[in-house]
């Protein structure tokens, strides 16, 4: 147990490091975004929102170490800034993940229910519905995509974003941190993670293929411990902690939000007005396939969690 004095210099640190970071990472992006360069903004971005992420992290479970009036509206400026950057990063992988699902989908095309089953009029026309769905996929996603990298090329540029930018850079040479013992601190968030653990329904997810994750309306708890891990991992970076135990069960939780987001995507291209029976269809296999995928994640969590519990 380091001294009060001592906590209060890791957390300093951990935050003027990471504020370093994003600014770092700021310079990169204007450089590469100057020079054309995609590959090196698209990275510094990603750059940006991890220091983000992490100042926000210790800014919420280190709370009573600072300053709140500066802290809070700091941290909720970061979260602002963070989601905005992750949406083009996500459209593309949930593109990505979507069409790969697509084209195994596309490798086993069985007929269309309903049809008739003779000269191989079910084969080419679950195909041709398999192909129409992943265009559809394709054209909504790269919209979106399209639409959350203009929001973000316009945030950075905006106002509001430059004086995100002045707050971090001060906080990279100042944190007004008071002093606390961020041991304690680091303690309630793992307990709050243990808390949300055993709220889940882990006795089901257990049970391979137990039909609980077919469907949407249950995520959002799950969703949550996602968030109270990566709480928990940012503060064992502050206080040194060891948190590899349970990097299997995180991944479990990315796979499993990753999942849960493709299956609603699918879910909403199969809203399209007017689509053939055959697209729909093929978008509701894609569903259905995703939110199995969501079961297996919570099966994997399970175990993983169970094979490295943190104590409450």
Do not use: K
Not at 99 to 113: F, I, N, Q, S, W
Not at 254 to 273: N, Y
């Amino acid at each position: 147990m380091t001294g009060v004095g001592n906590g209060q210099a890791l957390l300093a640190g951990h935050l003027h490091t990471h504020a370093a970071e994003f600014l770092r990472a700021l310079r990169r992006h204007r450089e590469g975004s100057d020079a054309t360069d995609p590959v090196q903004a698209a990275r510094s971005t990603l750059d940006m929102r991890r220091a983000a992420r992490r100042i926000g992290g210790a800014l919420h479970t280190f709370r009573p170490m600072t300053d709140q009036t500066w802290g809070d509206p700091l941290r909720a400026e970061l979260a602002w800034l963070s989601g905005l950057l992750a949406r083009e990063h996500a459209c593309a992988a949930r593109l990505s993940r979507l069409l790969e699902a697509m084209e195994r989908l596309g490798a086993a095309t069985g007929p269309v229910p309903g049809q008739r089953e003779e000269a191989g009029a079910p084969s080419r026309e679950s195909a041709l519905g398999v192909a129409r769905a992943a265009a559809l996929l394709d054209r909504q996603l790269t919209l979106a995509r399209t639409r959350a990298h203009s929001a973000a090329l316009q945030a950075l540029g905006s106002s509001r974003f430059h004086a995100l930018a002045d707050a971090v850079a001060l906080l990279a040479s100042d944190a007004p941190v008071v002093p606390g013992d961020p041991y304690e601190h680091a303690a309630r968030a793992t307990h709050r993670l243990a808390e949300a653990v055993a709220a889940l329904p882990l006795g089901l997810a257990g049970r391979p293929y137990n039909a609980q994750a077919v469907h949407e309306g249950q995520d959002s708890p799950w969703h949550h411990v996602r968030l109270l891990l990566r709480l928990h991992r940012y503060a064992a970076e502050v206080t040194g902690g060891d948190t590899s135990a349970l990097a299997d069960a995180g991944r479990a939780l990315d796979r499993h939000r990753d999942a849960a987001e493709a299956a609603s995507a699918a879910a909403a291209a199969a809203r399209t007005a007017r689509i053939a029976p055959a697209t729909a269809y093929a978008l509701g296999v894609l569903h259905s396939s995703q939110r199995h995928e969501v079961e297996a994640a919570r099966f994997a969590f399970q175990r993983q969690w169970r094979q490295a519990v943190v104590p409450g």
